[in-house]
C-alpha cells in the first residue's frame, strides 16, 4: 500500500528566502507526481505534474524534481513571497486503471513579510 | 479557463439523511474522481469513473456510496445514509486522459449533525 509522506509539516521563513518542500512515498511504481496548493478551507490547487520518466517539472519560480529510485521530490519555490504562504501538498499518481492519487498530509508555509 | 464546479458548497444534514453532492467536471475531460478530507487529515481518494462505470474504488467507498453521471455534463455522489464520520470536505476532480493533470473542484463541506 502506497504511503506518502510530507516533512517538515510546517514551516515560516522570511519573504524572499527559498523554499524547499519534501515529499517520499514508499512504492516507486508510480505513474506520476503532482504537486498542489491548498488554502485554507479551499479546493486544490494543480502547480506542477511529473511524470514518472521525468525528473523534474518547471513553472516560474516552481521546480519540481523526482528520484523515483529512492522514492523522493522535492519542490522548490524560489525567493518566496507572503502570497506563497498556504499549504503544499504532493500526490502520487498509481500505475492502476483507477489512476488514484495517494496525498501526502501537507507541508504548512508561512512567508513572512 | 475551464474548471471544476461543484454545489452545494456547504451541506448540512442529519445523521441517517440522504445527500446528493453534484460536480461539474472540465468539459472534454473523460476521468472522474471523488476525494475527501476530514478535517485535519489527508485527502484521500474515494472513487474513479470512466466510460460510464468506476475503475476502482477505495474501501471507504461502501455500499452507502454511488455515483452517478445522470447527463452529459453532471457527476455526482450520492451517500445514502449518512454517518458522523461522513462530515468532510468532499473533492470533485476530472482529467482529460489517464496519468495526466487531475483538476480539483472547490469542494462541498457536508456536516452530518
Known amino acids: 500500500k502506497q504511503e506518502v509522506t510530507q516533512i517538515p509539516a510546517a514551516l515560516s521563513v522570511p519573504e524572499g528566502e527559498n523554499l524547499v518542500l519534501n515529499c517520499s512515498f514508499t512504492?516507486?511504481?508510480?505513474?506520476?507526481l503532482q504537486w498542489f496548493r491548498q488554502d485554507p478551507g479551499k479546493g486544490l490547487t494543480s502547480l506542477l505534474l511529473?511524470?514518472?520518466?521525468?525528473r523534474e517539472q518547471t513553472s516560474g519560480r516552481l521546480n519540481a524534481s523526482l528520484d523515483k529510485s529512492s522514492g523522493r521530490s522535492t519542490l522548490y519555490i524560489a525567493a518566496s513571497q507572503p502570497g506563497d504562504s498556504a499549504t503544499y501538498l504532493c500526490?502520487?499518481?498509481?500505475?492502476?486503471?483507477?489512476?488514484?492519487?495517494?496525498f501526502g498530509g501537507g507541508t504548512r508555509v508561512l512567508v513572512k513579510p | 479557463e475551464p474548471e471544476v464546479t461543484q454545489t452545494p458548497s456547504h451541506q448540512v444534514t442529519q445523521m441517517g439523511q440522504e445527500v446528493i453532492l453534484r460536480c461539474v467536471p472540465i468539459?472534454?475531460?473523460?476521468?472522474f474522481y471523488w476525494y475527501r478530507q476530514i478535517l485535519g487529515q489527508k485527502v484521500e481518494f474515494l472513487v474513479s469513473?470512466?466510460?460510464?462505470?468506476?475503475?476502482?474504488k477505495s474501501e471507504i467507498f461502501d455500499d452507502q456510496f454511488s455515483v452517478e453521471r445522470p447527463d452529459g455534463s453532471n457527476f455526482t455522489l450520492k451517500i445514502r445514509s449518512t454517518k458522523l464520520e461522513d462530515s468532510a470536505m468532499y473533492f470533485c476532480?476530472?482529467?482529460?486522459?489517464?496519468?495526466?493533470?487531475?483538476?480539483f473542484g472547490p469542494g462541498t463541506r457536508l456536516t452530518v449533525l
Open positions: 476532480a476530472s482529467s482529460e486522459g489517464h496519468g495526466v493533470w487531475q483538476f
Open positions: 512504492d516507486s511504481a508510480i505513474y506520476n
Open positions: 511529473i511524470q514518472s520518466s521525468q
Open positions: 500526490a502520487v499518481g498509481a500505475k492502476a486503471a483507477g489512476n488514484k492519487l495517494t
Open positions: 468539459s472534454n475531460h473523460l476521468y
Open positions: 469513473f470512466y466510460n460510464n462505470e468506476i475503475s476502482e
